[in-house]
């Protein structure tokens, strides 16, 4: 019984080398000694599989997880220019798959690229000239593939001056429902609204957040710093700077059982432009 076990264990289980399964490549290389704390995401045909990235220390902004959080699966859907209403849960979430050009010429995406903190994108060698065109630099070169730079990527984590609260409904008072609708369910209808507003033309989505809940303070424009001290699976430890009261804006994931703490005192965790979250 124990060599039969054995026998069929060989068909079904993998105990290839790791290096066989996940080579050295001087692309990976490249975006793991340059990364920090930005995400990469390959595009075309230099896209990678779910995960993948994953196994070689690379922040990556797709991914399958079979709990997968349905506030990004959403968010990356609308934000490249979808409607909701036509949204289906997966286990996955990304960006798009497609032709380079494609992809990038639709400048909703193009913001979302921006806003996840894309820094590096990997192409094939014979598609630059789909990426020079939308402020991307050419930064390394490997064989069939290139690493282009996205010059007006966001940080992962920053400062915010300002914030609004969801878009409002037309005909709706604030914090009351109509046509026999509950306030909770207008709140729910009012968030569905937030990607179409950050997608607008005239949102700046670099100073200013949406938060579904007020915040504690009251955030005014003036220069601050953000460094990402340690950053770790279960911890994230940053340090700011700031001569005027500001939201500390950080583009992971929104989840209950997360705890923050400003000088030693905990304070609340407020889920910020739809799934991200904000101190």
């Known amino acids: 019984a124990f060599g039969h076990i054995f026998y069929f264990s ?3 289980f993998s105990f290839s080398d790791r290096g066989r399964v996940f080579p050295k490549n001087e692309v990976l290389e490249f975006i793991q000694m340059n990364q920090g704390y930005y995400r990469s995401w390959g595009v075309g045909e230099a896209f990678l599989e779910n995960n993948f990235a994953s196994q070689y220390v690379i922040f ?13 699966g ?19 979430a990304g960006l798009g798959r497609g032709k380079t050009a494609e ?16 820094k590096y994108v990997i192409v094939k060698s014979d598609e630059e000239k789909a990426l020079s065109l939308y402020n991307f630099k050419k930064v390394f070169e490997s064989g069939k593939y290139t690493v282009f730079e996205n010059l007006t990527v966001m940080p992962r984590a920053f400062l915010a001056s300002n914030y609004e609260g969801p878009p409002h409904l037309e005909g709706f008072l604030q914090g009351s429902g109509q046509a026999g609708q509950a306030p909770e369910e207008v709140a729910k209808i009012r968030r569905k609204l937030i990607p179409g507003k950050l997608l607008s033309e ?32 279960k911890e994230v430890i940053i340090r700011t700077k700031s001569d ?20 030693g005192d905990e304070t609340e965790i407020l889920r910020a432009n739809y799934t991200f979250r904000a101190v």
């Open 10 to 12: 060989q068909k079904y």
């Open 60 to 72: 990556w902004p797709e991914g399958y997880d079979s709990l997968n959080n349905r506030s990004y």
């Open 74 to 92: 959403e968010f990356t859907y609308a934000m490249q220019g979808a409607g909701l209403a036509d949204f289906v849960f997966r286990a996955d």
């Open 103 to 118: 992809l990038i010429d639709n400048p909703s995406r193009r913001r979302l690229v921006d806003m996840v903190g894309v």
């Open 202 to 233: 005239d949102f700046d989505f670099r100073n200013v957040v949406i938060l579904e809940e007020p915040s504690p303070i009251s955030p005014q424009f003036s220069e601050g710093t953000v460094e990402i001290v340690s950053y770790k699976p």
């Open 244 to 263: 005027q009261p500001k939201l500390l804006f950080l583009s992971d994931n929104y989840y209950p059982g997360w705890k923050a703490t400003v000088d």
